[in-house]
């Protein structure tokens, strides 16, 4: 089993950068893709970027593409969201996700269903 433990959120103002941390631990040699989502009040969960745990594929929705930035560090079984040029749109609770399922295709690990190991969240509050 997969432990997922997240940090980082807090306070910022639009234009400011925060970076969030996910720190897997436990099985993780299991893990295929790991997955940021992000909820905001009254909203769906969103999907918000993947990245394959053991190569550099990554993905973006497009409202984030060109600010946030997806990273990992195998070494500290780790992945890290960078995000730049933040909006009070980007207000939400944060969550990373894993899941060991493998698809030839990408466009699944954009649906929060494929995952099934979660985070706690951690709130990123975007104020003007």
């Known amino acids: 089993q997969v432990q997922l433990v997240e940090s980082g959120g807090g306070p910022a103002h639009t234009g400011d950068s925060l970076t969030l941390s996910c720190v897997a631990s436990g099985r993780t040699d299991s893990i295929y893709v790991m997955g940021w989502f992000r909820q905001a009040p009254g909203k769906e969960r969103e999907f918000v970027g993947f990245?394959?745990?053991?190569?550099?594929?990554?993905r973006y929705v497009d409202s984030v593409r060109g600010r946030f930035t997806i990273s990992r560090d195998i070494s500290k079984s780790a992945v890290y969201l960078q995000m730049n040029s933040l909006k009070p749109e980007d207000t939400a609770v944060y969550y990373c996700a894993a899941t060991e399922a493998y698809s030839a295709g990408t466009s699944v690990y954009e649906k929060s269903y494929i995952y099934d190991v979660w985070g706690q969240g951690t709130q990123v509050t975007v104020s003007s």
């Open positions: 990245t394959r745990w053991s190569s550099t594929l990554i």
